[in-house]
């Protein structure tokens, strides 16, 4: 299974969201931000995409970018889509919401790509809803509310990695 690689290999975690500019930079962002604070950053690759092409190229919302500045995270990816690929490359394949969930298994189903997809917010300790909510329609209070919850639900999947990791 891909969530047992040998504890030489890094562990690979893909975030995902619908268009890759706000929800998954910005737990791509904060994940990295912990892994580094936690001294584990030769133990994980992280990367972020989306299920949609809109934005490919394109940098993060600049909502995004303020909130997780503010922070003190930065966000210094480029949008892309998610591919039938990442779902054998990556041990880990971390949905925003269940729409996205929905396609990446479909994707995997039809690729047979091994990796463990989940929600995000499975590892929130303090869930409201199963889904990170998407706030490109919204202001800034948007963003700074979903940072609250890929923060939270980052340090639980961090916590739960580690933790399998030590098996």
């Known amino acids: 299974m891909a969530a047992e690689v040998s504890r030489s290999s890094p562990t690979r975690v893909l975030f995902v969201c619908l268009g890759n500019i706000c929800r998954s930079p910005l737990a791509e962002g904060v994940f990295k931000s912990l892994v580094e604070a936690a001294g584990v950053s030769a133990k994980f690759e992280i990367d972020s995409a989306g299920t949609g092409s809109w934005h ?39 949905a925003m919401d269940r729409e996205n969930l929905r396609s990446l298994e479909r994707m995997a189903s039809a690729s047979g790509g091994a990796a463990e997809i989940h929600l995000l917010r499975a590892y929130d300790p303090d869930p409201e ?24 639900s980052c340090e639980g999947l961090l916590a739960r990695l580690r933790a399998v990791a030590n098996r």
């Open 129 to 152: 809803g199963e889904e990170v909510p998407d706030p490109y329609y919204g202001g800034v209070s948007g963003f700074e509310n979903v940072y609250q919850i890929v923060t939270r």
């Open 56 to 94: 490919v190229g394109e940098p993060p919302d600049a909502r995004a970018t303020i909130v997780a500045r503010e922070h003190g995270v930065e966000l210094d990816s480029r949008a892309r889509q998610v591919t039938a690929e990442d779902l054998h490359d990556f041990d880990h394949v971390v």
